[in-house]
């Protein structure tokens, strides 16, 4: 069975670091992009970006380039995303998802999402 | 990048068909037919309903039925029924190889 389970909620000061981690399991780890899903309380998804298990090699929406850093532990199937200085708008949920893409492409399976609040 | 343009509301009444129309530009669809539709109900993930425009996953309703015509996707919903309600969020591949998703409809059941 594949599964995608994220770390638990962070509660973070601005200006702080943060890492949150999604373990897969039930599939072949470097055979499929890991995503990341910023949603904002009461808002919409917005993508961040993905990473490619089997090289690390990442591909980062404008929106978020530079503010987040995508990478991954092949030995243990992880996935994290993290930051180096939080802001007050970084605040959301935090969902990790897999995408397929041979002849079709999408979002097969979610984590269950990880819950950011910063705030001083 | 801005999201996808899709009504923020939509409903219907049991039994009735609904459709939720999302809008971007050309770039936005990159001229793939790489859009798929996702529901998600409060508390809960996303859950891809249809993928490649019109393509349903196993075990998704026949129900859930997709188009694109020109740069505009559509995801139909028949037969509606008060599980269906939820938010639907459609995304799609873009021209620089990035992806983005829709600004979110509200499914209300009546």
């Known amino acids: 069975e594949v599964q995608l389970v994220q770390s638990g909620a962070e509660v973070k000061k601005p200006g702080e670091s943060l890492k949150i981690s999604c373990k897969s399991s039930g599939y072949s780890f470097t055979s499929y992009s890991i995503n990341w899903v910023r949603q904002t309380p009461g808002k919409g998804l917005e993508w961040m970006g993905r990473?490619?298990?089997?090289?690390?090699?990442?591909n980062y929406s404008p929106s978020f380039q530079g503010h987040v850093t995508m990478s991954a532990d092949k030995s243990i199937t992880t996935a994290y995303v993290q930051w180096s200085s939080l802001k007050a708008s970084d605040t959301a949920i935090y969902y990790c998802?897999?995408?397929?893409?041979?002849?079709?492409?999408?979002?097969?399976?979610w984590g269950q999402g990880t819950l950011v609040t910063v705030s001083s | 990048q801005s999201a996808l343009t899709q009504p923020a509301s939509v409903s219907g009444s049991p039994g009735q068909s609904i459709t939720i129309s999302c809008t971007g530009s050309?770039?936005?669809?990159?001229?793939?037919?790489?859009v798929s539709w996702y529901q998600q109900h409060p508390g809960k993930a996303p859950k891809v309903m249809i993928y490649?425009?019109?393509y349903r996953p196993s075990g998704i309703s026949n129900r859930f039925s997709g188009s694109k015509s020109g740069n505009t996707a559509s995801l139909t919903i028949s037969g509606l029924q008060a599980e269906d309600e939820a938010d639907y969020y459609c995304s799609s591949y873009t021209s620089t190889s990035t992806l983005v998703f829709g600004t979110g409809t509200k499914v209300t059941v009546l």
């Open positions: 490649d425009v019109s």
């Open positions: 990473l490619d298990p089997s090289d690390s090699n990442t």
């Open positions: 998802a897999r995408r397929v893409c041979n002849i079709n492409c999408y979002f097969d399976y």
């Open positions: 050309s770039s936005d669809f990159g001229g793939y037919n790489y």
